[in-house]
């Protein structure tokens, strides 16, 4: 996943097509592991 040509780091979301993505587990070249949920239900309590 890469948004403004860079690969996410782990903690970060990105908001695409009214849906939130973020990243639970990356490395400096790919990310493994991504939790999708509706942007209106975006869990900010955990956010950083």
């Given at each position: 996943?890469?948004?403004?040509?860079?690969?996410?780091?782990?903690?970060?979301?990105?908001?695409?097509?009214?849906s939130a993505f973020r990243?639970?587990?990356?490395?400096?070249?790919?990310v493994y592991l991504l939790?999708?949920?509706?942007?209106?239900?975006?869990?900010?309590?955990?956010?950083?």
């Amino acid at each position: 996943m890469t948004t403004l040509g860079n690969v996410h780091k782990r903690d970060e979301t990105v908001e695409i097509n009214h849906s939130a993505f973020r990243v639970l587990a990356a490395d400096s070249r790919c990310v493994y592991l991504l939790r999708v949920t509706p942007s209106g239900n975006v869990d900010t309590a955990d956010a950083r």
